[in-house]
């Protein structure tokens, strides 16, 4: 696999009090978002040449979240501002639907995906958006991994140079790491994830938590925010600065596994008279009740529990492989 590089050179060694800072670091452009902005460092939003990434699950909202993003940057830049958002899975003619169903249309869209003709773009806009590393493409590399680090190598060294900030989407396991290779999120810049959440402990449906994992540019923050059918509610966080170890270690997994032991044990204990009224008597509400009804399902499927009878009349007991 190619190794990582963003055109980084040594200069020798100095002390670091004697170094210029460039002043693009601190001519900070923003997104007209409060909540937005403080994501990406002090409340001022991008520096020039930054490389981001987002991950998150297929379905959470990212491409909702990017164009409201490039639309507020277009709208409340003080300088006019030039944004791109390239796509590899999903034409612009999907892309101009949704924009027009969340309101914004002064997001430019492409769907080009090729290493070296994104990497030329740098030139012309202040952001481009890469949806996503894995669908980029590059003539003679072979392997994903290959092509990734191609692309971090090349987009990244020329969106430094001709000061464009990068944000590349990238796609998200079920342990919540973002998937390809880990020194992508290393030569980031800054590196969001978005999670779920749950929606009883923020008494809300359809929130997620926006973490900013990394920041080289300001400090990370972590907020949730909720989808409505215009898209995120940026304007008004649900909650901000969140117990991150908590939401992470909360993970759906972890709900359904202590679920799936509440309902073995319950199953366990009525000894073969277990029904579906007791679903109701141990979740407590009809949402958890289709969860608990579901497990039952997936627990005969392997065997864990037998069913005897059917519909409302049907009981369940202990199998073979759960005693």
């Known amino acids: ?100 169903r969340i309101n914004t249309p002064n997001v430019m869209a ?29 003539e003679g590399k072979q392997s994903r991994l290959a092509i990734e680090s191609y692309a971090m190598n090349t987009i990244g060294k020329n969106a430094k140079n001709n000061d464009c ?30 999670f779920n959440v749950d929606s009883e402990e923020y008494g809300e449906l359809n929130c997620k938590a926006f973490c900013v994992d990394k920041n080289r540019f300001g400090q990370t923050k972590d907020s949730v925010f909720r989808m409505t059918k215009k898209g995120w509610d940026f304007t008004d966080p649900i909650k901000e600065d969140i117990d991150r170890d908590k ?10 596994q202590i679920e799936l032991d509440i309902l073995i044990e319950a199953i366990k204990a009525k000894r073969g008279k277990f029904n579906l009224q007791n679903i109701s008597e141990i979740s407590g509400d009809m949402k958890i009740c289709e969860r608990f009804n579901r497990h039952l399902n997936s627990l005969v499927k392997v065997g864990s529990i037998k069913k005897i009878g059917r519909g409302q009349d049907a009981r369940y007991k202990m199998g073979k492989k759960q005693k």
């Open 1 to 100: 696999m190619i190794g990582m590089s963003l055109g980084i050179k040594s200069k020798g060694a100095v002390s670091l009090g004697s170094v210029d800072i460039p002043d693009k670091y601190f001519q900070r452009f923003g997104t007209g978002i409060p909540s937005i902005d403080n994501m990406f460092g002090s409340g001022g939003g991008f520096i020039k040449g930054q490389i981001i990434t987002i991950s998150a699950m297929r379905g959470a909202g990212k491409t909702t979240a990017l164009l409201q993003i490039l639309n507020g940057v277009v709208e409340n830049s003080d300088s006019e501002k030039s944004c791109l958002y390239l796509s590899g899975e999903e034409a612009v003619e999907q892309l101009a639907f949704t924009a027009k």
């Open 110 to 138: 492409d769907n080009i995906t090729d290493v070296d003709e994104i990497s030329k773009l740098t030139k012309d806009y202040d952001i481009i958006v890469m949806d996503s590393m894995n669908s980029l493409t590059s």
């Open 165 to 194: 900030v990068v944000i590349f989407v990238l796609h998200q396991t079920k342990s919540g790491n973002s998937s390809g290779a880990s020194s992508i999120d290393h030569s980031a810049d800054t590196c969001i994830k978005i």
């Open 247 to 256: 939401s992470k270690s909360e993970t759906r997994s972890d709900r359904k």
